[in-house]
Nanobody, 125 residues
Framework: QVQLVESGGGLVQAGGSLRLSCAAS????????MGWFRQAPGKEREFVAA????????YYTDSVKGRFTISRDNAKITVYLRMNSLKPEDTAVYYC??????????????????WGQGTQVTVSS
């Protein structure tokens, strides 16, 4: 059974940085597009960033462009989200996900229900 395990969340002051990690349990996911989503209290889950299987194509939602960077290490079957210049509005539970295509991730579609359990990011003002 495929598992995605996030780590790296926490409490940080506005302007600070965090790096989230998402480790996959199956090596086949090194051939999948990977993405990050977030869900703030009272809001729907939203797309944050995605990376294709070889790291050549990156996608971001507008609100995080220039502040967040997605990357991956296929040898470790791990995807990362470096978050700089954090703002209180970035506060949310962050989830990683895997799918065969970045286009589906960007549309919020995650085939096979490959989701992590989430990690909390709280940015204080």
């Amino acid at each position: 059974q495929v598992q995605l395990v996030e780590s790296g969340g926490g409490l940080v002051q506005a302007g600070g940085s965090l790096r989230l990690s998402c480790a996959a349990s199956e090596r086949t996911l090194s051939t999948y597009a990977m993405g990050w989503f977030r869900q703030a209290p009272g809001k729907e889950r939203e797309f944050v960033a995605a990376i294709d299987w070889n790291g050549n194509n990156l996608y971001y939602t507008d609100s995080v462009k220039g502040r967040f960077t997605i990357s991956r290490d296929n040898a470790k079957i791990t995807v990362y989200l470096r978050m700089n210049s954090l703002k209180p509005e970035d506060t949310a539970v962050y989830y990683c996900a895997a799918d065969g295509r970045t286009s589906r991730l960007r549309a919020g579609i995650v085939s096979h229900d490959y989701w992590g359990q989430g990690t909390q990011v709280t940015v204080s003002s």
